[in-house]
């Protein structure tokens, strides 16, 4: 199913629209590693991972995983797993997806700059869990902990960014 997320912060399945965090340089067609931008495209679901010692895995129409604590994500554009999971520690730049704060609980993984990769279009791009007052993200799109998981339970596949 398809949603709509704007640069407004919202983000809307069906007849339910969510309160949503963009990304702190806006939403942008000409993502750039290390920009904050949200980018404007159609963002297929690839898979949904999970904190398993925080809670139970989401009901979604995507694969879902447990995260470990040795899950990391690449996002050092001269190294070879660029935009992609990798296990901590690796002699690269990479984002901790196991955080001591509850952001990544639940993250899906958006297919943004995977197929193909290219060096510097941006990477982590990710639907995650929001900070209590919707504070801007690195480019993701974040919502509540509840509507996350009532977004993944709709049977989300994709999400169009628009401004």
């Not at 069906?14 to 942008?28: D, N, S």
């Not at 990769?117 to 509840?146: E, K, Q």
Request: charged fraction near 25%; charge should be neutral.
């Amino acid at each position: 199913m398809l949603a709509v997320a704007t640069a407004d912060g919202h983000l809307t399945i069906g007849a339910e629209t969510f309160r949503a965090g963009l990304g702190r340089g806006g939403v942008r067609a000409a993502k750039q590693e290390g920009d904050g931008a949200t980018p404007l495209a159609a963002l297929a679901l690839r898979q949904v991972l999970y904190r398993s010692d925080r809670g139970a895995a989401p009901v979604c129409a995507v694969p879902v995983e447990p995260l470990s604590p040795q899950d990391g994500w690449c996002d050092d554009p001269a190294n070879a797993a660029y935009n992609r999971r990798v296990r901590l520690p690796i002699q690269a730049s990479a984002e901790r997806l196991w955080r001591d704060d509850a952001l990544y609980d639940i993250i899906g993984v958006l297919g943004w700059n995977d197929a193909p990769v290219r060096r510097g279009r941006g990477s982590a791009i990710f639907l995650h869990i929001a900070r209590p007052d919707y504070a801007p993200t690195d480019g993701c799109i974040a919502l509540a902990a509840n509507d996350l998981r009532r977004v993944l339970a709709l049977g989300l596949t994709e999400i169009m960014v628009r401004t």
